[in-house]
């Protein structure tokens, strides 16, 4: 059983400022905290009572973008926390948030996506979100999720997104996009949208600037956001660790500045979204702290030099019965 509805459809007062950027949705004309908080903890599920203290701490300390999914298991978390927020009066009522969540692959297909969006209202409790993502551009044989990953189908692009489009139109969402979608597979999707993704949210940061996307999404008017803005290490594929980059660790000496902050910092720069993720009360308070300050002309250029190649490489998705049978054929090249 998920929390009792926090607040009705029809009331969307504009988001605050507060100390946090907003970025405009070009093709619903809705605003976005630049910066979010993410729950992609894994394994999933583990560490739900630290989780939702955790998301307490991010609304109390000024976070008002929260990003969670179905597969995350942290739904019902958020759900608590934003109840408590409202009890404690760190927010006055769930309009000040923004909440993304995601569909999972098993519920990608015709007639199953708008079951699976109320079920994600009723763990969070809220009667609408703000966005709502096609998680990975594959679908799943219908079931609970498992992992590793397996029964992999193609999806069916255009049934799916004309579902996600019929979410928008009820307002049980009020914008949707994508994640972890190539510029090829953006291009398929656009070719037959009625409503254009909102968002793209994907790998991004120092040592993955996704140059080639962000053109892409530039011209569409579709507004990307940077998960994993510190590297994947600690999560099942092991990625790098950016905030271990020489050039990063250098510019973070020099201005005073983490490395971590660092990476945010550029990001934000670049006029993305970013989705940042800790358990730690003082970093969590760190990575909020980027808004006062900005790079140097020469600190942007040496992060324009850094060696550029993807963290996460969907190895998961890809077999040989699989619909992607190459890390190259999932990315479309883009890795």
């Known amino acids: 059983m998920g929390n009792p509805p926090l607040s009705s459809v029809g009331s969307y007062p504009p988001i605050p400022m507060g100390s946090t950027p907003l970025l405009s949705l070009g093709s619903t004309g809705k605003r976005i905290p630049q910066l979010g908080y993410g ?9 739900s009572e ?32 934003i ?29 199953l996506v708008l079951p699976a969006l109320r079920k994600s209202l009723g763990s969070i409790g809220v009667d609408y979100l703000d966005l709502y993502l ?22 069916d692009f255009k049934a799916v997104w004309e579902d996600m489009e019929e ?19 953006l291009e398929n999707l656009l070719a037959t949208a009625k409503i254009p993704p909102a968002v793209n949210q994907v790998e991004m940061n120092p040592m993955w600037q996704q140059k080639k996307l962000r053109e892409l999404c530039d011209r569409k008017n579709i507004l990307i956001v940077a998960y994993s803005p ?21 510019i973070a000496a020099a201005n005073g500045k983490s490395a971590a902050q660092v990476c945010l910092r550029w990001l934000c ?15 969590i308070k760190e990575n909020f702290d ?19 190649h993807r963290g996460y490489l969907a190895q998961g998705f890809i077999s040989d019965d699989a619909p992607y049978k190459s890390v190259e054929e999932f990315w479309d090249g883009e890795i």
């Not at 720069?269 to 970093?283: A, D, L, M, Y």
């Open 39 to 47: 729950t992609a903890d894994f394994p999933f599920g583990a560490n």
């Open 50 to 81: 630290t989780m939702r203290d955790s998301l307490l701490h991010a609304i109390k300390i000024g976070y008002r973008h929260f990003d969670t999914a179905a597969n995350y298991q942290s739904e019902q978390p958020l759900g608590e926390a």
């Open 83 to 111: 109840a408590e927020a409202l009890r404690l009066g760190f927010i006055q009522s769930r309009d000040e948030l923004f909440i993304t969540s995601k569909l999972w692959c098993s519920d990608a297909h015709p007639n």
């Open 134 to 155: 096609i998680h990975f551009p594959v679908s799943m044989k219908p079931g609970p999720f498992e992992f590793p990953l397996k029964d992999t189908l193609p999806m």
């Open 167 to 185: 979410c928008q139109r009820i307002g049980l969402t009020k914008s949707i996009g994508v994640s972890n979608f190539s510029c090829k597979k």
């Open 230 to 250: 510190l590297g994947a290490k600690g999560t099942p594929w092991q990625g790098h660790l950016v905030t271990e980059s020489e050039v990063l660790k250098g």
């Open 269 to 283: 720069e670049q006029g993305v979204g970013v989705i940042v993720k800790s358990f730690n009360k003082e970093r």
């Open 290 to 308: 980027i808004f006062s300050w900005e790079l140097k002309q020469e600190d942007v250029y040496k992060i324009s030099q850094i060696p550029q």
